[in-house]
């Protein structure tokens, strides 16, 4: 099985772990994960407006590249994640937008949203298949508690998304249970932590952050995963009155395909 | 009053959102993260951009304090997407020069060894043309 990949800026830099161990863990299910050469930085959010075409560009380069390749497209990072597949979407449903970023690109073949993106997760649950992953666990993580924070980028808005149940999630806590822990359902998961308003305003996202893990704690979760490096920067940094672990779901997954 | 009534015009082309849609149960403040730190809330963005009052939300500090965390569109039962109405203010206003309101040389002093570049590209996207 071989996927085109796509790392994002981060990824190279303050969430190394995140991306070598999604690398690691890939091996290891026998899946190859081809990074696409020359990429360029998503942008980190998705520019909303319909008039908003050259922030989409860097977007629709990956996208095509992983079209020219002939590989459906895998991310790691929830907010890369997020704009793929919202700019694919684009692609393949806005005209306005489709024809301007094509004139932009001027293709030999314009793109119309033809690659499918998919999450890391997904590519877990869609194509290895949890109970697959779970045969191939050798170090199942026996007895720990952990609380998936899925926060806003990975499932909404829905309707493009496709990830999961916006209000009622289950990828992350069935990921868990392939992996041998005990998943920690908790009201907050699918809240904001405060996101780049860290920036503007930091005691915003330390209130968001500090719900969010006070949240967890008190259905008795131990760690935290997440998919994102700035909810866990948030959670880390932000979430100031509670030091429950944090960590990327990649990692837990590479320590229980003993590959860690 | 023309021009006025062009930069509504204007922002409902941006967004792509019909604020007459709406049906002002509420739901989209009722479930915002930023609530508490906004002077006008999604509701009222979209209310008063649907009655032009625009120049009191370009003012606001609320178009710094939306975290695009995307519960209100989601939530929407009428799929008015306030997200997007208040992203489109937003632009209305760092798309005139010198309105930025994240400039590059502030940044240096806001960095920690720890913050992610997806922090700043995305501050940048959101706060700067």
Known sequence: MVYSYYPGCTLKTKAKDLDMYARKSAEALGITLEEIPEW??????YPQAQDEIATKLSSVRTLNSAKEAGNDLVTVCSACHHVLKRVNDDMANNEYIRT????????????????KVLHYLELLRDVVGFDELKKKVVNPLKGKKIAAYYGCLLLRPSGVMGLDDPEDPSIMEDFIKALGA???????????CGGYVTLQDQSL???????????AEAQGAEMVITACPLCMYNLKNNGTEHDLPVVYFTEILAEALGVK | MSSVNNEREEILRMSGVDPTKCMKCGKCSGTCPAFDAMEYHPHQFVSMVNKGN?????????????????????????????????????????????MNHLESENVPCMLDPELPQQAIVSAFRKYSK
């Open chain 1, 40 to 45: 360029q930085c998503c942008g980190g959010v």
């Open chain 1, 100 to 115: 301007r970023a094509n004139n932009y690109m001027e293709l030999e073949e314009p793109y119309a949203g033809e690659t």
């Open chain 1, 182 to 192: 005990t998943p920690v359902v908790y009201p907050f998961r699918n809240e904001c």
């Open chain 1, 205 to 215: 996202a330390q209130k968001k952050s500090n719900k969010v893990l006070g949240s």
């Open chain 2, 54 to 98: 625009i120049e009191p939300l370009k003012q606001s500090n609320a178009i710094w304090q939306c975290l695009s965390c995307f519960a209100c569109m989601e939530r929407c039962p009428r799929d008015v997407k306030p997200a997007k109405l208040i992203e489109a203010v937003r632009l209305t206003v760092i798309r005139e020069q010198g």
